[in-house]
């Protein structure tokens, strides 16, 4: 598997708190993205990065904020959470532009209460 | 935007059946990627196909990508209890690199 780790692996906080879940690569690999899983649904993309600082937003970006402030690192931030928000997360990184072969984390249950 | 349907959602057959899987694009695809998941895990990549009608094979798995790059199947043959998951196609769009679609996946439990 390739080198990538999501923290925490678990989560349960309340709605309105702040959350944030980080992405660690030791692939340097240039692209990350950050997906939800919700049961009866693909994944949806809510951001990506395409480099340092370089991010941009998927189909399902609203109440999300990421950083890349190292190659390594991607984090995602939940400014105040709600119950929608209740999902798998799951951290991915691709070398290429056309996102071929994405390497996924383990993902991180996350529970709003 | 966009839309990648996947059917059928659950496919239960009994173990040596074999099975598909199909992904439709409501756009013409630059390529298109196959990830299966194992209960509990995380999404692997299987293959990728590029071309207007590849067909690639891994084992008892045949993967094709349509003449007009809107469709592609996963067709197991003989499956066995190992190949329970979901699968997932993915596809990205020539005008959008970066931000592949996934479709909802398929889930295949077999009965041994």
């Known amino acids: 598997d390739a080198g990538i780790t999501q923290s925490p692996r678990h989560k349960v906080t309340e709605t309105g708190t702040p959350v944030t879940l980080r992405c660690h690569q030791t692939?340097?690999?240039?692209?990350m993205y950050w997906y939800r899983q919700d049961p009866g649904h693909g994944l949806r993309l809510i951001h990506y990065s395409y480099g340092v600082k370089d991010t941009d937003k998927g189909e399902v970006s609203d109440g999300y904020s990421v950083s890349r402030s190292k190659t390594e690192d991607f984090l995602l931030t939940l400014e105040s959470a709600t119950s929608s928000q209740t999902s798998v997360y799951f951290c991915a990184i691709s070398s290429g532009a056309t996102n071929e072969k994405l390497f996924f984390g383990s993902g991180t249950q996350l529970s709003v209460l | 935007g966009q839309q990648v349907m996947q059917i059928p959602q659950y496919q239960h057959v009994q173990e040596g059946e074999d099975f598909t899987t199909y992904c439709n694009s409501s756009?013409?695809?630059?390529?298109i990627q196959w990830y299966k998941q194992r209960p509990g895990g995380h999404p692997v990549f299987l293959i990728q196909l590029v071309k207007s009608g590849e067909v690639k094979k891994q084992k008892r798995l045949t993967f094709q990508f349509g003449e007009a790059k809107k469709n592609s199947s996963l067709h197991i043959t003989a499956t066995q209890t190992t190949d329970v998951g979901t699968y997932f196609c993915a596809g990205d769009r020539s005008t959008n690199a970066g931000k592949s679609t996934f479709g909802d996946g398929t889930t295949l439990t077999v009965k041994p």
């Open positions: 692939e340097n690999h240039r692209y």
């Open positions: 756009t013409t695809l630059s390529n």
